[in-house]
């Protein structure tokens, strides 16, 4: 596993082809009944990948370059708290309380078809 300068530059690489990726996809998805769907599709995405890498039993090697600077910046929790905000602030309580469950039921059932991947592997 790399060290110091080497992991900082894989994270630095995965980060920014991470970003692109989720400006290609949370750009291209329209909002859904008021709901930003863009979002929730990168974050659903990104946790099913980073929980397939990281239950697979043997020692994945690009830790750095993938699980941190790739998924790290692909997905994001900073935009879904903002969108989310902004649901709220216009008065939009359903729609608000919505996103919020849809993120977390979506996340969390993306983690558990990860472990089920990363089992049958």
Do not use: D, W
Not at 75 to 91: C, I, K, N
């Amino acid at each position: 596993m790399p060290a110091g300068l080497e992991a900082m530059l894989l994270v630095g690489l995965g980060g920014s082809i991470g970003a692109c990726l989720r400006y290609l996809v949370s750009g291209t998805v329209p909002l859904l009944k008021g709901i930003p769907t863009g979002t929730l599709l990168v974050n659903v995405i990104g946790s099913t990948i980073l929980a397939t890498l990281t239950f697979l039993s043997e020692p994945f090697g690009s830790i750095h370059l993938i699980n941190i600077g790739m998924l790290g910046s692909f997905t994001t929790f900073s935009t879904f708290a903002y969108e989310t905000f902004r649901l709220l602030e216009e008065g939009q309580k359903l729609l608000f309380a919505s996103n919020i469950a849809l993120n977390l039921l979506l996340c969390l059932s993306g983690v558990f078809i990860g472990q089920q991947i990363a089992s049958l592997i």
